[in-house]
């Protein structure tokens, strides 16, 4: 039975931004910090970040405020940055090169191991020393290897069949950047990431913006 | 006065996916859909899609479902995106040259006309027929063609300057892609977007889900 009580996504989603910030106050050699310090940095209420916080059973103390390490270490716990992931990206492209390039994912236990595409001017290059292999042989080094996670960014056309193959072989989580949403057994955990949509987000955020600057002229 | 009620931004951030769906059944001639048939394949429950699109008068009719096309044109007018904005990236590397090959953000009405780097090996290059220019005449360049949307594509050490400087300089939105969250006056809209949270996010839902299959033993 597992200590951790079931937490919703919400606060979830929330985490790696905590983790971030914490990160960079331990860059900054600051050990503890209070919630209203926090707050301010953060730009989200101290009474959010301290519910946010309590469901992990509270790490401040009372007029100390938090240790700072050991909070970034409980949060990395939490969210399964404590283990190593080994990951692959499926498809060299211009995207699939700048995520093999995030140097900042190994740091939190993010391994790439492997590149694929199917496109014979790509294979067999290398980037940050990973190479490129064909996709004839994913299978056989998911298998191997054991691969926990697959970047998909790749043509749409062919993502839907690479997903499932990929949860036949074992993987169990797919980081999927094409503009399809994927539906996958249970074992088989997806974050699908629409770029557009933030975006489109945006074009509403500037429009809204004039609306309210008309309204108040 | 706006005719359009205020809107949540937990509505506004589900509509760009509507958007999506609905371009897609255009793309495959369908021209009108129930709440129902459209949750099936959004995953999304009917009330919940009803809920939403309530907000905008709704646009269904009962017995009938959703006029597709009308549904689509409409929620595009509220993201803004019958209109266009004009767009530059700033930072000519992968995830910056990745970003300029994307060909739907036209289709929105994002209009890609310039890339800005510092690097004389990328400086003259072209992507799309759309010139990277030194990042000297950018200033010029966003007063001149009144460019609306930034893409920050930099490295972090510099992104907080030149938000700064895009600002004065008549900016109307960011997209910011460097793993620092910008705060600006309150006339630049900003989307900060953090890749590396999704994957944090999947690292969770991976260990979760461990835990559960543990549970069940």
Redesign the interface.
């Known amino acids: ?2 200590e ?1 009580r079931k937490i919703s996504m919400a606060v ?2 929330r ?3 905590y ?2 910030y914490l990160g960079e106050l331990i860059d900054n050699d600051i050990s503890r910090i209070s919630s209203r310090e926090l707050s301010e940095r ?2 989200v209420t101290a009474s959010q970040i301290r519910q946010d916080l309590n469901n992990f059973g509270g790490f401040g103390q009372q007029g100390y405020g938090y240790n700072v390490e050991y909070l970034h270490a409980e949060i990395g716990k ?4 404590d ?1 190593t ?1 080994k990951m692959i990206i499926v498809g060299a ?3 699939g ?3 093999a ?2 140097q ?2 190994e740091k ?3 391994k790439l191991i492997g590149i694929f595409d199917v496109n014979p001017r790509l294979i067999g290059m290398t980037i940050r020393g990973i190479e490129v292999y064909d996709i004839d042989v994913m299978e056989k080094f998911v298998k191997e290897q054991e691969v ?2 697959a970047m998909l960014t790749m043509p749409k056309e062919n993502v839907r069949e690479t997903a499932n193959n990929l949860a036949e072989w074992g993987i ?2 797919l ?1 999927n950047f094409s ?1 399809v ?1 994927l ?1 996958l057994p ?2 088989v ?3 699908n ?15 809204d ?1 004039s ?1 309210t ?3 108040e002229d």
Chains 1, 2 share one sequence.
């Open positions: 039975m597992s951790e979830i989603r985490l790696p931004r983790y971030r953060m730009k939490i969210l399964g940055l283990k992931h492209g211009n995207l090169q700048a995520l390039n995030y900042s994912f939190r236990g993010f926990d996670i169990k989580g980081w503009p949403d539906y249970k074992h955990q997806v974050e990431v629409h770029l557009s949509h933030g975006l489109m987000t945006l074009a509403y955020k500037i429009k913006q609306l600057e008309n309204e």
